[in-house]
C-alpha cells in the first residue's frame, strides 16, 4: 500500500514502522459488546523522503473517532490544567492581550485552557467537533462553535461573522487532522494581521529518541517535526519565530510561536 504525502503530494512509499493492527484508540467497548466482533484498523506509519513528514493513513475517518462520545475530557488532569494557566499567563506577560483582544482555540474540548483567559476579561471563544466535551465548556460561559475546523469554518469566522483571533492557539490538535493543508489554510483566514499562533504537539524527536511507539495512534495522522512544521505554515505564509520544549508531558511536546510573514 502506499500513499500521497499529506504536505508536499508525493507518492510516499517508505515505512517507518509497522504496527500491524489495532483498535481505534478510545473506542472502549460496553458491556453488551464483549462478545461481539472488535474492528480493528491498520497502524502502519510512513515517512516522505520529500519534505520528511511522518504520517499515517485515515484508516478510521476522524469524524468517527472524534464524535459526540469523544472519551477525553482535558480537565481530568491536574497537571494539564496548571500547564493551561501557566501558558495562559505566559501569553498575557509576552503579548499584552486585555479586554479588547480575542483569543480562539481549536480543539478547545472542555474549556479546560481557555476559562484561564476569561478569568482575566479577555475574550475567548472555543471551536470543538465533540459535542459531549463542548457542551461542559459552553457550560463554563466559554462560546464554543462545534464544528471541525478547516478553511471553510475559518471563511466564515473571517467574512461573514467578522471575527478574526489576535492569538490562535491549537493543543494537540495539528498531529490530529488528516487534511493538515486545509487546517494551516484555516490559521491563515482566521488570523488578524497582527495576530500569534500557538500550536503544541508532539515531537517526532522525542518518539523516536525514546522509543514512544504507544504514541502512535489512529488518532494521530501525523508524526511532527519542527523542519516539517515550518515548511508546512510558510507554503501558508506564516512564519514560526519562535519555539520551546514543553515538560507538561515528559517534554516530549515542542511549542512554535508563528505569526503573518
Known amino acids: 500500500m502506499s500513499m500521497n504525502c499529506r504536505f508536499c503530494k508525493r507518492p510516499v512509499t517508505h515505512t517507518l514502522i509497522d504496527l500491524v493492527n489495532s483498535p481505534a484508540s478510545n473506542s472502549f467497548l460496553s458491556k ?6 472488535e474492528t480493528f484498523y491498520p497502524l502502519k506509519v510512513f515517512v516522505c523522503d520529500n519534505c520528511f513528514l ?3 493513513d485515515e484508516y478510521k475517518k476522524s469524524d468517527s473517532i472524534f464524535d459526540s462520545n469523544y472519551a477525553y475530557f482535558s480537565s481530568y488532569s491536574t497537571s494539564w490544567l496548571q500547564h493551561a494557566k501557566t501558558y495562559t499567563e505566559a501569553m498575557i506577560n509576552r503579548f499584552a492581550y ?9 480543539a478547545s474540548n472542555d474549556g ?6 476569561k478569568e482575566k476579561n479577555i475574550p475567548v471563544m472555543g471551536i470543538e467537533p465533540t459535542s459531549n466535551t463542548a457542551e461542559v465548556a459552553i457550560g463554563k460561559g466559554i462560546r464554543t462553535v462545534i464544528e471541525f475546523f478547516g478553511a471553510e469554518l475559518a471563511e466564515r469566522f473571517a467574512n461573514t461573522w467578522e471575527v478574526k483571533a489576535d492569538l490562535l492557539l491549537g493543543n494537540n490538535v495539528l498531529a490530529h487532522v488528516p487534511d493538515i493543508m486545509d487546517f494551516v489554510l484555516g490559521i491563515k483566514l482566521i488570523l488578524k494581521d497582527s495576530g500569534v499562533v500557538t500550536m503544541e504537539f508532539p515531537h517526532l524527536m522525542q518518539l523516536v529518541d525514546n522509543n514512544q511507539f504507544d504514541t502512535i495512534y ?24 519562535d519555539a520551546d520544549e514543553s515538560h507538561a508531558a515528559g517534554g516530549e511536546r515542542i511549542v512554535g510561536l508563528l505569526r503573518d510573514l
Open 218 to 241: 489512529h488518532e494521530h495522522f501525523s508524526y511532527l517535526s519542527l523542519y516539517t512544521v515550518r515548511q508546512i505554515f510558510e507554503s501558508h505564509g506564516l512564519e514560526l519565530f
Open 98 to 106: 486585555n479586554e479588547n483582544s480575542l483569543v480562539i482555540e481549536v
Open 54 to 56: 511522518v504520517q499515517a
Open 112 to 117: 479546560y485552557l481557555l476559562q484561564y483567559f
Open 32 to 37: 453488551e459488546q464483549l462478545n461481539e466482533p
